[in-house]
């Protein structure tokens, strides 16, 4: 990436602000000594700004970068000490969104550990797979998981919240250094057709993967950001690093609920706030505060924007909506501003600086603007493989999304889904996503998801699922006619089912799976 835009960027952004020089002298020496890595991100912080508020939770801890970073020291040590971790094994988190799972995560980095971030909605025997795959050593993990870990092999060292506090409070002195090996973040991808799969994410080795985001998400330092995305999802996690490197106030709720994150928006102040999708939605279903926060930044990702939802949200909440259009194995690929929102509700956006964006067909070859092809995505933070050793297919240096979709002739990218969603009705191609965004504009509609099925004459048939808004009803003939109104036939769902809520996962995502029980 080159120099000049980095600095434009990092002055526009406020990161290249003078300092006391001690400070700033030791920031740069933990960024050289310690790297990119979370940890290190979390040690220049603290360098230059020791006495600002890192983390603030609901449960009332409120914790200045320094001591941030005292906690997560003595953490390291303890495990290193009392539990015998070392560098190049694995420490499994399964937490909420809270501080430990910081502190958690901080300590394994810096003994060079693997820390392996466990997603809140596995089931037990689920969680006992990722366990013997990922060769946890120790699982640090909150209290309302108790029950899901008893069937766990004895020699996993299990941490709860009582044992972190212990392990910290009670760790000896000594001196850290950099470890040998670097430690390594390793997300689990979602698992909504399938066991999750985890995915070593790669160290950042420079501003570069910082001023990808920041360049086109107006994000500055010392922000006060609101992550409500779960940290331990590939979005929520990007986050957290974004939110250090920005020196920012973070504030932090276990889990999601409308009213309670507007409200704290608003006792906060917060500038900025990373969702998933669905959470957008649903702040919209509870009146909004009086004054309004004053937000800057809503960024969201992880899942599908539905159509309609962005400017809905921005009548309310002002033009900040920014949407990025990514994944656990490329990170991002295109950012959509406010501006590309307004103009196409369901657009992806654009690349941002220094990635690269191709649409290919089945044999490799770019295809024309407005054709459905393959996304393909290269950048700096491509992830570095599956823990099983299984890798995505590339191409000249890109990396296969999985996702099929086109660019317009304004350069806007609109992702039409998952190639393995797609289905083939009566010899006709089918994108659910295009249905599904058709669905969600009708007012009686808050969320929608279609589904292929399949039918002994059309080989697959449209199943559409809805959920409608309290005290709202709709005809399912009227839905389909709605429907063949706006598109072709062979879009027009056979079968049209009204669900109190669809079932999703912990990242928001829709359980596809779990609608196709509907049909035994």
């Known amino acids: 990436m080159d120099l000049p835009f980095v600095v434009a960027t990092l002055t526009r952004r406020g990161l290249l ?3 006391r020089p001690i400070r700033v002298a030791s920031q740069l020496q933990a960024l050289r000594k310690w790297g990119w890595s979370l940890a290190g991100e979390l040690r220049q912080a603290a360098a230059r700004d020791p006495g600002r508020v890192a983390v603030i939770d609901e449960q009332g801890a409120e914790l200045t970068y320094q001591e941030l970073l005292a906690r997560a020291e003595r953490l390291a040590r303890a495990m290193r000490t009392g539990l015998g971790v070392q560098a190049g094994e694995r420490v499994g988190v399964l937490c909420r969104n809270h501080h430990g799972l910081i502190e958690a995560v901080v300590a394994a980095t810096v003994l060079g550990a693997d820390a392996v971030l466990v997603n809140s909605g ?3 025997a689920q969680l006992a797979t990722v366990t013997e795959e990922q060769r946890l050593r120790v699982l640090v993990h909150d209290d309302e998981f108790a029950d899901r870990i008893l069937g766990l092999p004895a020699e996993v060292h299990r941490v709860d919240e009582r044992g972190l506090e212990e392990l910290i409070a009670g760790a000896l002195p000594g001196d850290l250094q950099p470890p040998e090996r670097d430690g390594r973040t390793i997300v689990l991808t979602s698992g909504t057709t399938g066991a999750p799969k985890g995915a070593r994410r790669p160290t950042p080795n420079g501003f570069g993967p910082l001023v990808s985001i ?3 998400i ?4 010392r922000d006060t950001v609101m992550i409500a995305a779960p940290l331990f999802h590939t979005w929520g996690y990007a986050a957290l690093q974004v939110a250090f490197a920005l020196r920012a106030t973070i504030v932090l709720h276990r889990r999601f609920e409308p009213a309670a994150t507007l409200a704290a928006l608003v006792a906060h102040q917060c500038q900025a706030l990373f969702a998933v999708p669905v959470m957008v939605q649903r702040l919209l279903d509870v009146p909004p505060p009086d004054p309004r926060p004053p937000l800057k930044v809503v960024a969201v990702s992880g899942s599908a924007l539905p159509g309609g939802l962005a400017p809905r949200f921005m009548d309310v909440y002002g033009d900040v909506v920014y949407n990025l259009y990514g994944s656990t194995e490329v990170s991002w690929a295109s950012i959509a501003g406010p501006a590309d929102l307004r103009e196409a509700p369901t ?6 600086h220094g990635t690269r964006l191709e649409i290919l067909d089945d044999d490799g070859q770019p295809v024309p603007d407005g054709r459905v092809g393959r996304i393909f995505v290269g950048n700096e933070m491509l992830f570095e493989g599956y823990t099983s050793g299984a890798r995505r297919e590339t191409h000249d240096g890109l990396l296969d999304t999985g996702d099929l979709g086109r660019i317009n002739a304004d350069g806007l990218l609109f992702v039409d889904g998952r190639a ?7 010899g006709e191609n089918v994108f659910p996503s295009e249905v599904e965004d058709l669905l969600a504009r009708l007012p009686q509609v808050r969320e929608a998801a279609v589904i292929g099925v399949p039918d002994p004459e059309y080989g697959q048939r449209l199943a559409a699922f809805l959920g409608l808004h309290p005290g709202e009803v709709l005809d399912p003939e009227a839905v ?5 109104h706006y598109l072709a036939r062979f879009s027009v769902p056979r079968d049209v089912i009204f669900v109190k809520y669809l079932p999703r996962n912990a990242t928001g995502k829709v359980l596809s799976r779990e609608l196709r029980r509907y049909y035994g």
Request: aromatic share 4%.
């Open 218 to 221: 107006p994000l500055h330092t």
């Open 420 to 426: 393995d969603d797609m289905i083939v009705s009566g």
């Open 214 to 216: 920041i360049d086109r």
């Open 122 to 124: 596995l089931s037990a």
């Open 480 to 484: 389909r006619e709605y429907v063949r």
């Open 347 to 352: 657009t992806a956006g654009r690349p941002p």
């Open 17 to 19: 602000t003078p300092g």
